[in-house]
């Protein structure tokens, strides 16, 4: 008899004690600072979240009014590092650019410019060198978390 198996591992699992949500803040301290290190550190760092409808990425992803998710959380301390690193007289060039895709239905949407995406989505592809990324996906260069913050509202609208 033939059978499938898939193993898989779980680095972090968030749940509230009373099964319903889970403190953006926490999420943050344990998962955003993280990925903020390493990209301070040099290396390209990605977030993703995956679940089924309602099962709380946006949420944990962007938040709701003033409860931030990790997404604006880490954009917002990003600049704040820069700022910091500034003040105290680092000579290192920060270059901030920003994308928002969303896969849907296994299709890649960029949602900063959506009226390129072709039919069909767009393509992942891997690079030898610098490894994954989407082909065609709009970068824009930001210098402030304001900026940022105006570039999430265009995406999340798309």
Do not use: W
Request: with cysteine.
């Amino acid at each position: 008899m033939l059978t499938d198996s898939c193993s898989f591992a779980i680095h972090l699992s968030f749940h509230h004690p009373n099964d319903f949500f889970q403190d953006n803040n926490l999420v943050f301290n344990d998962l955003g600072v993280l990925v903020l290190d390493n990209a301070f550190e040099g290396y390209n760092t990605s977030l993703f979240a995956y679940g089924q409808t309602g099962s709380g990425k946006s949420y944990s992803m962007v938040g709701y009014g003033d409860d931030k998710g990790i997404i604006p959380k880490v954009c917002d301390t990003i600049f704040q590092r820069i700022e910091a690193n500034k003040t105290a007289g680092s000579v290192i060039i920060y270059q901030v650019e920003c994308t928002m895709m969303e896969i849907y239905n296994e299709e890649v949407r960029d949602l900063f410019n959506p009226t390129k995406n072709p039919a069909g989505g767009l393509k992942v592809r891997d690079h030898p060198k610098t490894g994954p990324y989407v082909e065609g996906l709009t970068p824009i260069l930001v210098n402030s978390y304001a900026e940022v913050d105006k570039l999430m509202a265009k995406g999340t609208a798309a």
